[in-house]
């Protein structure tokens, strides 16, 4: 984001404005603590700013200050619409296309409000007046500070806008262990941490919520996890009636994918989850090193995100998903067995 966009926001938030602020569908820590921080960033300007979620979201997210005042979509249309067409800005946070953001997208798109874009994700689409975009970045709360900094303002950061931006921080790098992870993603860590971010505390939040269903949820998708070594490949299956038999809830199956990619010699884990409200099979990748599932997932499953983390979709049923995605390894044989 150049000087002249950032004096132009600068001038647009010097008085109060009816502000939106959305996240993506299925939002998650990174969403949720980007969209919370910058709220709690515009209210101290008297902005009259809301955020409105797609959908709803899992109870681990639920802690962050400000959270209870989130409304939904796809349960409170009626008020939401009402907000987006009175809106003067609307802020789209870590998302680029206004696809992800599922059956608002009509709505967003005919607003006649000035849309700003803060995102870290690949290819974005050309939606927004003002456009923050970064791949290199940790995260969209990274990129939240980074904006709060180009206004001069970081002084104005205080615990709850700490807090938010530090869970969408350590939730998108792994607790920091991913390569998107900079020595400026610990200097804001650590600015943040000094503003107030209880770290410990926020990680027993997130981390520490197991239940006993989940766990055994967890076992099952171990028990299906398969391995294609010719190609360093690992992917879990959960069917509808095995997420049934655990009593499934949003979030539950968070970083099973993870532990595939854990495998000795596996660069590439998979995680393919059926939805029958959906209907369709929901995907998520992983990959170490250069090998791009966002390339993966876009040429093949409707999807994207980044070069090592991505999601997407099938139409078609579990069977035929799995048979298609073997089918498609032996393209990518060579760069996965670089």
Same mark, same amino acid.
């Given at each position: ?62 802690? #962050? ?40 997208? *009509? ?48 002084? =104005? ?12 921080? #350590? ?33 027993? /939040? ?6 006993? *269903? ?11 996890? =398969? ?19 655990? /009593? ?69 049923? #579990?069977?035929?998903?799995?048979? =298609? ?14």
């Amino acid at each position: 984001m150049n000087k002249e966009d950032i004096n132009s926001i600068k001038e647009l938030l010097s008085s109060p404005k009816k502000i939106v602020i959305i996240p993506h569908k299925n939002p998650d820590g990174d969403a949720i603590g980007s969209t919370l921080g910058l709220l709690h960033y515009l209210k101290k300007y008297n902005h009259d700013a809301v955020i409105i979620a797609p959908n709803d979201y899992p109870d681990f997210l639920k802690w #962050m200050p400000g959270e209870d005042s989130v409304l939904k979509y796809d349960h409170q249309k009626d008020e939401c619409d009402a907000l987006l067409i009175s809106a003067e800005l609307i802020f789209t946070l870590d998302f680029n296309s206004l696809g992800r953001i599922g059956n608002m997208e *009509e709505a967003v798109a005919n607003t006649k409000a000035i849309k700003i874009m803060i995102d870290h994700h690949q290819q974005p689409d050309d939606y927004a007046k003002f456009m923050y975009s970064d791949v290199s970045m940790s995260s969209t709360c990274e990129m939240v500070y980074n904006f709060i900094d180009m206004l001069d303002d970081t002084d =104005k950061v205080d615990a709850d806008i700490a807090t938010c931006l530090y869970t969408g921080i #350590m939730t998108d790098t792994g607790s920091f262990r991913f390569s998107s992870t900079t020595s400026a993603t610990h200097k804001i860590i650590g600015n943040l941490i000094e503003k107030g971010a209880n770290n410990s505390q926020i990680h027993n /939040n997130i981390m520490d919520t197991n239940s006993y *269903e989940r766990t055994q949820l967890l076992g099952k998708a171990l028990s299906n996890l =398969k391995v294609i070594p010719e190609y360093r490949t690992a992917y879990i299956t959960l069917t509808q009636d095995e997420l049934n038999s655990f /009593n499934f809830k949003k979030g539950d199956t968070e970083g099973f994918v993870n532990y595939g990619l854990s495998l000795k010699d596996i660069i590439f884990a998979a995680i393919f989850i059926e939805s029958q409200q959906d209907g369709i099979i929901k995907i998520s990748l992983r990959s170490k090193g250069d090998f791009s599932v966002n390339e993966l997932s876009r040429s093949h499953f409707e999807g994207g995100g980044h070069t090592n983390a991505a999601g997407g979709k099938s139409d078609l049923n #579990m069977s035929n998903t799995i048979d =298609k995605f073997i089918s498609i390894l032996p393209q990518y044989k060579k760069d996965l067995k670089a």
